[in-house]
């Protein structure tokens, strides 16, 4: 086996890694293809070990916010000979000195891993699901009187915004951004402005909110005072019949750990847990 630097030129044998794990492991097909196109570029720093000519194990070292962060796969064929441990000793001696604070972010989070994080006195700082429903058969759903919903449109965005700050401004970690921010974070070129949803009462009064991209559910929330009204799960699924009329076949969701009611809320509606998303400092 041959520890080296890798490039860009390798690119395809980091991707063809990345989902042989995925495969093994669970987790989105499709975030792979962005989370190496993200953190496989020039300004990175990554290391592998190759085992004739087929790459074992990848990992690399960037700066977010001028704080290291690492990620890292290890072959699912060769795990268990101590390969993980090294990568992961590698990356964290390339990120010693580059800034305050070391974090190592996984997408498809395993036993083995935390344990071997764990040992390196690395804590556990956020993880949340990542849950799948197949769009193929759906329950009956319909917009109750008395309440209006309204897409995505440049003078809707503002409904979007207040419903958003309001459900989620008691949520643990809330960032407290700007309208401009929040929206930048949304919005993207997946982002399904007719697939996503406010509503309110006809008096005007706001109900919740749901944002939704290609395949995916972004974000759902109901203001306190109209929780376990039924708000969140008629939204979900006026949501998700969009979604599918749109074309789409499967629906992806990622739930925080420390939200039970969410998670109990998607279970409900058939989503299934394929993965855990984690973070570690």
């Excluded at 804590?123 to 759906?138: G, K």
């Excluded at 929206?183 to 009462?201: E, K, N, Q």
Aim: with cysteine; aromatic share 8%.
């Amino acid at each position: 086996m041959t520890w080296s630097a890798l490039s860009p030129e390798h690119l395809t044998q980091i991707a063809d890694l990345a989902g042989r794990c995925t495969a093994r492991d669970g987790g989105e097909q499709e975030a792979w293809g962005d989370l190496l196109g993200r953190r496989h570029g020039l300004d990175m720093i990554s290391v592998g070990v190759f085992g004739e000519d087929r790459l074992l194990a990848a990992g690399c070292v960037r700066l977010v916010r001028q704080d290291p962060v690492i990620t890292g796969w290890v072959d699912p064929e060769h795990r268990g000979r101590g390969l993980g441990a090294e990568l992961l000793d590698r990356l964290l001696e390339l990120a010693r000195g580059r800034g305050e604070r070391v974090s190592v972010e996984m997408e498809s989070l395993t036993p083995d891993a935390d344990a071997l994080f764990a040992s390196r006195g690395l804590r556990q700082s956020f993880a949340e699901d990542v849950m799948r429903l197949d769009l193929h058969a759906l329950p009956a759903t319909a917009i109750p009187a008395g309440i209006t919903v309204q897409p995505w449109a440049e003078d809707t965005r503002h409904l979007f915004f207040q419903a958003y700050q309001r459900s989620f401004a008691d949520r643990p970690g809330f960032p407290g951004w700007s309208q401009q921010q929040w929206i930048d974070w949304t919005v993207d070129d997946d982002f399904r402005p007719h697939c996503s949803l406010v509503a309110r009462r006809h008096d005007g009064d706001l109900l919740g909110f749901v944002t939704c991209a290609q395949g995916f559910l972004i974000q759902i929330g109901t203001l306190p005072a109209r929780r376990g009204q039924g708000i969140g799960r008629m939204l979900a699924l006026a949501a998700l019949e969009r979604l599918r009329a749109a074309g789409d076949t499967h629906v992806l969701l990622d739930i925080n750990v420390n939200n039970p009611a969410s998670a109990a809320l998607f279970s409900g509606l058939g989503f299934t847990p394929i993965a855990r998303r984690a973070r570690y400092e």
